[in-house]
């Protein structure tokens, strides 16, 4: 991987007062210590039994504040020990999506953790991203909605103040194309992405063959291929649900480690973003025209 060669700070945990979602909210702050003009980048990480949180993806997280993000972590209550019978279960998709919103609504607040990082922070320049459940997540933010079992969707949770979205490993669609046991346990998943305008890069591997659908790793493709917005796809070859591992480093969950895969992908994050959010590092449509035995790049 590219060696880190900007200083930077972390800090955890900041708490921000939630009575309605029975914790408060804990978010992983991490920025550059030096630049002004900083775009931001709220990560929602994926599912907390599987031992995913805040302190998760510092692959990505690390190397975004090289390259002068900042880097906002909600700690998800999946990622807090979330009982089966406790009835927030049932509506945690909902309470994800409203952990971004009461991120970006209190910005302010969790920027202050940092003395003098608000004023260097330029938060008109805001994007989502995630893995796996995060993706899920962080794509209604940028339009996404869910199916409900009466063929209705949900309402809208798009939120305007964000640009640009990175979505790895995001689900793909429901009904028929969910397993048994997806059906049964994440209802939820079933997403309507026509509603998805926000310009998005979608990133796959072409070896996830999840137990959650009967479609093979095709189906982590369906945002690209669905969502007006979702401009650009990265289908990494060889590169299981991990995607190389993204979620931590030398994770010994990690069955398909690839360091080359990871670097990939936080360099076509990276350029992107920089892209969409209108910065002037390494140009996106250069990096997308490489040809790469690593995967292959979509655009439409």
């Given at each position: 991987?590219?060696?880190?060669?900007t200083?930077?700070?972390?800090?955890?945990?900041?708490?921000?007062?939630?009575?309605d979602?029975?914790?408060?909210?804990?978010?992983?702050?991490?920025?550059?210590?030096?630049?002004?003009?900083?775009?931001?980048?709220?990560?929602s990480?994926?599912?907390?039994?599987?031992?995913?949180?805040?302190?998760?993806?510092?692959?990505?997280?690390?190397?975004?504040?090289?390259?002068?993000?900042?880097?906002?972590?909600?700690?998800?209550?999946?990622?807090?020990?979330?009982?089966?019978?406790?009835?927030?279960?049932?509506?945690?998709?909902?309470?994800?999506?409203?952990?971004?919103?009461?991120?970006?609504?209190?910005?302010?607040?969790?920027?202050?953790?940092?003395?003098?990082?608000?004023?260097?922070?330029e938060?008109?320049?805001?994007?989502?991203?995630?893995?796996?459940?995060?993706?899920?997540?962080?794509?209604?933010?940028?339009?996404a909605r869910?199916?409900?079992?009466?063929?209705?969707?949900?309402?809208?949770?798009?939120?305007?103040?964000?640009?640009?979205?990175?979505?790895?490993?995001?689900?793909?669609?429901?009904?028929?194309?969910?397993?048994?046991?997806?059906?049964?346990?994440?209802?939820?998943?079933?997403?309507?992405?026509?509603?998805?305008?926000?310009?998005?890069?979608?990133i796959?591997?072409?070896?996830?063959?999840?137990?959650?659908?009967?479609?093979?790793?095709?189906?982590?493709?369906?945002?690209?291929?669905?969502?007006?917005?979702?401009?650009?796809?990265?289908?990494?070859?060889?590169?299981?649900?991990?995607?190389?591992?993204i979620?931590?480093y030398?994770?010994t969950?990690?069955?398909?480690e690839?360091?080359?895969?990871?670097?990939?992908i936080?360099?076509?994050?990276?350029?992107?973003?920089?892209?969409?959010?209108?910065?002037?590092?390494?140009?996106?449509?250069?990096?997308?025209?490489?040809?790469?035995?690593?995967?292959?790049?979509?655009?439409?």
């Amino acid at each position: 991987m590219s060696t880190l060669t900007t200083p930077t700070v972390s800090v955890r945990p900041i708490a921000l007062a939630a009575p309605d979602r029975g914790d408060d909210l804990l978010v992983h702050l991490t920025a550059p210590s030096t630049g002004t003009g900083l775009p931001v980048i709220v990560f929602s990480h994926g599912y907390g039994a599987f031992g995913a949180s805040m302190d998760s993806y510092r692959p990505l997280v690390d190397h975004w504040a090289d390259q002068g993000f900042v880097v906002v972590q909600p700690n998800h209550l999946d990622a807090q020990g979330l009982d089966a019978d406790d009835p927030r279960s049932a509506e945690l998709w909902e309470i994800r999506i409203r952990d971004l919103r009461q991120v970006i609504d209190e910005l302010g607040t969790v920027l202050a953790a940092i003395p003098g990082l608000a004023e260097r922070t330029e938060t008109g320049r805001l994007a989502v991203a995630g893995h796996s459940y995060g993706a899920t997540t962080a794509s209604a933010l940028v339009g996404a909605r869910v199916v409900g079992a009466d063929g209705t969707s949900s309402a809208s949770a798009k939120d305007e103040r964000v640009k640009a979205a990175v979505l790895l490993a995001l689900t793909g669609t429901g009904g028929a194309d969910l397993s048994p046991f997806a059906q049964e346990h994440f209802p939820f998943m079933s997403p309507d992405f026509s509603d998805l305008t926000t310009p998005s890069l979608v990133i796959a591997g072409d070896a996830d063959d999840s137990p959650l659908s009967v479609r093979g790793p095709d189906w982590f493709t369906d945002g690209f291929r669905l969502a007006p917005g979702a401009t650009d796809l990265l289908v990494l070859a060889g590169a299981e649900h991990s995607l190389g591992g993204i979620t931590a480093y030398d994770d010994t969950h990690t069955t398909d480690e690839s360091p080359d895969r990871v670097e990939l992908i936080r360099r076509a994050s990276t350029a992107y973003l920089c892209s969409a959010l209108g910065t002037t590092r390494e140009p996106w449509d250069r990096l997308r025209d490489d040809a790469t035995e690593l995967g292959r790049f979509e655009s439409k």
